[in-house]
């Protein structure tokens, strides 16, 4: 079973579980098949997380976040005006050094079962016969298109000045070529030679930052996963450099302490999870960043026992202000999510994302992809907000060669049979972290079926800014009013990301898409 956004991608998954494949082949077909078919999020210029758990339980956790480039300073996103500017967000400057390349192939490397090339023809032929437009992309790229046109990626995707309409066959022979270069000399075939040239070649024109050694000194990480436990079940999640895994594991490990929550839907559950969230956001932005630059104290945050002294701390009847300046800090919008489970029961979680739609906006036009916008996901200023409103701290200050603390969570969780039971993630910025954690506790908590989790109201709270995002219609009046008396300040809007996963259940396995999105789960 394959799940993501975009279904040919997931199809070109099925494609190679039906050729013998396992789940990591197939999670790499489908990375590079997102590259080709969902563009404004598949990527070849970003990076992400992969978390693998292989039948026999062994687990591994492939880092591949992007990084700062070695002339990056940690002010250069503050303006004369001491605020911070949107070039983190559009533009050259924006991208950090492409991570998906060395990550899917070292993942391949490392557990695959299929030579690369065979794991990649899909997406080379998804991008040299193409595909036919539907309405999922042609809107995406239509609203794209004034950020789409102020690069190079007009002549290829606003043909005549429009995006392509539903119907036509869209076709990337740019990305063609470059797939095939990497086909055939693996990571290599991006990192260095004409790609990596064409990619130095952009950033000189517009003065981005990437240079040849920035794309040959790109090294993706082993890392060690993540474990933590919720209610009999063994969650095996991305540690740093994303903050997913921490922050969704303090967050079930505090609501783990509760024998029971409270009613789906009602002020004392919300109140729960919002407090939750909101401690457990505190910790992740301030004391979270990249652990080959900073100390994190993962351990210590991930216990059980700093759950129980956290939850001392939440009032049974009402909202605690979130510390504009917290103890914590003493101590010293597009992305996607794909799960695939294969017959032998090794399952894979990954999220990657260019970070904004079509990331930069920036385009290797000679290669034909995207570059990232991700350096706005570092603290560009620490203490100001970023595009996500998330206010962090100096561990996740800007320096050379540093990974942006990221929110991906790619989740799998494990039942007490030492069964896979739910692979899940979801995309959405800061909303990636509570949307996961509520997909898993709507599953285990309220036994809901995954299609009912996957559409369940969501809530937000991130610490700062310091209000409850609730999503709009989710919830009963009187429970809102319930919240408004316990002292939250509520927001609409921005309450919720869009996950994608795969459950078991008697039936089989089961791959459900949000329906706040589009995708498509494939299997056989
Ligand atoms: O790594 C992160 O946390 C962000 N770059 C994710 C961005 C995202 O989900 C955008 N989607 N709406």
Redesign the pocket.
């Known amino acids: 079973m394959v799940v993501s956004n975009s279904a040919l991608a997931s199809d070109a998954g099925v494609e190679i579980l039906r050729a013998g494949g396992n789940a990591v082949d197939a999670a790499v077909a489908v990375g590079f098949a997102l590259a080709v078919t969902h563009p404004e999020a598949g990527n070849i210029g970003g990076g992400g997380y992969m978390v693998i758990r292989l039948a026999d339980g062994r687990t591994a956790a492939i880092d591949y976040r992007e990084t700062a480039p070695a002339a990056a300073t940690r002010d250069m996103f503050v303006g004369a005006d001491g605020h911070v500017t949107d070039a983190s967000i559009v533009g050259p400057l924006a991208s950090g050094v492409p991570g998906a390349v060395a990550g899917l192939t070292m993942a391949l490397d490392a557990y695959g079962s299929l030579p690369l090339r065979t794991v990649m023809a899909p997406a080379i032929r998804l991008a040299g016969e193409g595909f036919i437009v539907d309405s999922g992309f042609h809107h995406s790229i239509a609203a794209a298109a004034p950020l789409i046109a102020r690069f190079g990626g007009a002549s290829r995707f606003l043909p005549g000045g429009d995006a392509p309409p539903v119907g036509v066959r869209f076709v990337q022979p740019e990305l063609a070529a470059t797939l095939t270069r990497i086909a055939e000399q693996g990571r290599d075939g991006f990192y260095h030679g004409p790609v990596a040239d064409a990619l130095v070649d952009e950033m000189r024109r517009d003065g981005g930052l990437i240079t040849a050694d920035d794309l040959a000194h790109y090294r993706a990480r082993r890392r060690r996963v993540l474990t933590g436990t919720y209610r009999g079940y063994t969650i095996t999640a991305m540690p740093p450099s994303s903050s997913g895994g921490v922050t969704v594991l303090e967050t079930l490990n505090i609501l783990g302490t509760y024998d029971s929550l409270p009613p789906f839907g009602s002020a004392a559950a919300a109140h729960l999870l919002a407090d939750a969230f909101q401690r457990a956001f505190i910790d992740r932005n301030n004391l979270l960043g990249d652990p080959d630059f900073v100390s994190v104290p993962v351990a210590r945050l991930t216990s059980p026992a700093y759950a129980r002294s956290v939850r001392a701390t939440i009032a049974a009847d009402h909202a605690t202000p979130t510390p504009l300046v917290t103890k914590a800090l003493d101590e010293g919008?597009?992305?996607t999510h794909y799960s695939i489970v294969d017959a032998a029961g090794n399952a894979v979680a990954t999220t990657t994302?260019l970070?904004?739609l079509y990331g930069s906006g920036v385009y290797v036009a000679g290669a034909g992809f995207f570059l990232n916008d991700?350096m706005d996901?570092f603290a560009a200023q620490p203490g100001a907000p970023n595009m996500f409103g998330l206010v962090q701290g100096d561990r996740n200050a800007i320096a050379p060669g540093k990974r942006m603390l990221?929110?991906?969570s790619p989740t799998i969780v494990v039942d007490a049979s030492g069964a896979p039971f739910l692979v899940v993630g979801g995309?959405?910025?800061?909303r990636?972290i509570s949307s996961t954690a509520q997909v898993i506790i709507d599953v285990i908590d309220y036994h809901m079926s995954l299609a009912d989790a996957m559409a369940a109201p969501r809530l937000h709270h991130q610490g700062l800014p310091d209000s409850l995002r609730v999503e709009a219609g989710g919830f009963a009046p009187a429970t809102l009013d319930s919240l408004r008396a316990m002292g939250y300040a509520l927001a609409r809007g921005g309450a919720s990301?869009t996950c994608t996963g795969i459950m078991r259940t008697g039936a089989g396995w089961t791959g459900v898409v949000d329906p706040r999105t589009t995708g498509g789960a494939s299997g056989y």
């Open positions: 919008r597009q992305t994302t970070n904004n991700e996901d990221s929110s991906m995309r959405g910025g800061s990636i990301g």
